[in-house]
């Protein structure tokens, strides 16, 4: 790994963690990854290898059997899960999104019946916020939670629901009032409530990790499964998301760092004009602008990592990484194609796949432009 900077803002702790899961990502997570994306089938194998590492407890609180990292080594475990394949990577951080909401806002009754099982990887964990028209405003949801008696009945149709197939609980965001857009308010639904798993989208890149529709045709679940007050639910959702875009610009990072590596390993085995095209000063210029937006990217995530940690506002901070990360895993694997030549357009070199893969880290958890619209308003408004 051709890295700069890679230890900037790290304890000694973290510094072992990121090894650890370095270690897992290129013995276990890669061998699997070119496979996985081809079948679009999930290595249900790495996911239990996750577990081992109690990394699928990631942000499930000690006392409940979980890890219980700071932002920091969230960010961390990310990173280097997303080296060994973003698929995975995207899936363990849904699931940690759902367990992070459990942690922070169920009753201690709920804490203790869901908390251990999904630190142990099952119930494998759901976010279910965008819909086909409420993505980048999901205060426009038209799916409605409407209370009878001791029950809500919940009725409408979530999108893009990672895990989608192989969820077992679900986070969701409904109005109270279909009439009211601030009464969205933050549901726990478990599998066996009934609602109905949509088709597995057909995707350019991701393949691994199932992205399906969730439809709720008057699914009902207890009164006690409402995990915000009344129209706490965006407010809630955005808290966690901000935490979740410093993820997923960890993940961009890995899978830039993933790129560059390739890019440089062929660099220096591939010859033209009888030397390394290493030596070519449009290669070398190449790998120098990659490795310049790799370190950027991590700089920029440690530090929302770090403001987050330090109990301040991150959410411009994560804005900034998860918008510049993104972008730069998108340029990063494109060069590492146009390195490999030809032979990066074909399926068998992994930069392929990342180039397939970086595009959604621009869109999902808040598109780039959302991201410099946030950006935007803490310095003009």
Not at 10 to 26: G, K, P, Y
Not at 90 to 99: D, G, N, P, Q, R
Request: include cysteine; proline fraction near 4%; hydrophobic fraction near 40%.
């Amino acid at each position: 790994m051709v890295t700069v900077g890679s230890d900037i803002a790290l304890t000694d702790e973290q510094r072992a963690i990121r090894d650890l899961v370095r270690e897992f990502a290129v013995e276990e997570i890669r061998p699997t990854a070119s496979e996985a994306d081809e079948t679009e089938t999930f290595p249900e194998d790495v996911w239990d290898g996750l577990a081992e590492l109690d990394l699928t407890g990631l942000t499930v609180p000690e006392e409940y059997g979980g890890f219980g990292a700071d932002r920091m080594t969230y960010s961390v475990v990310n990173e280097e899960v997303a080296y060994g394949q973003l698929a995975v990577a995207t899936a363990l951080s849904v699931h940690c999104l759902a367990t992070e909401c459990i942690a922070e806002f169920a009753t201690d009754d709920q804490k203790e019946e869901w908390l251990p099982k999904m630190a142990d990887g099952r119930p494998v964990g759901m976010f279910a916020l965008s819909e086909p028209e409420a993505g980048s405003n999901p205060a426009e949801m038209s799916t409605v939670a409407r209370r009878e008696g001791d029950e809500f009945v919940i009725n409408g149709k979530k999108q893009w629901i990672t895990n989608g197939q192989r969820g077992g609980v679900c986070i969701l965001f409904a109005k109270t009032d279909p009439e009211d857009p601030g009464s969205v308010t933050q549901f726990l639904v478990p599998e066996d409530a009934g609602y109905e798993v949509g088709k597995k989208e057909e995707k350019m890149g991701l393949r691994a990790s199932d992205t399906t529709a969730l439809l709720f045709d008057d699914v009902r679940i207890p009164a006690e499964n409402q995990l915000t007050e009344e129209g706490r639910g965006l407010s809630a959702a955005f808290h966690i998301l901000t935490g979740g875009r410093i993820g997923i610009a960890s993940q961009a990072t890995g899978l830039a760092q993933a790129a560059l590596d390739e890019a440089v390993e062929y660099a220096n085995e591939r010859e033209q004009f009888d030397k390394p095209i290493s030596k070519i000063q449009a290669i070398r210029h190449k790998i120098a602008e990659m490795g310049t937006q790799v370190h950027t990217a991590r700089t920029l995530v440690r530090e929302a990592a770090r403001v987050a940690d330090a109990g301040e506002d991150p959410r411009t901070p994560a804005a900034m990484a998860k918008y510049y990360a993104s972008e730069a895993a998108v340029d990063v694997t494109n060069e590492a194609v146009q390195v490999h030549g030809g032979y990066g357009y074909t399926t068998d070199f992994d930069v392929e796949r990342y180039y397939r893969d970086a595009k959604i880290t621009t869109i999902y958890e808040g598109t780039s432009e959302i991201q410099k619209e946030i950006i935007a308003r803490s310095l003009l408004d």
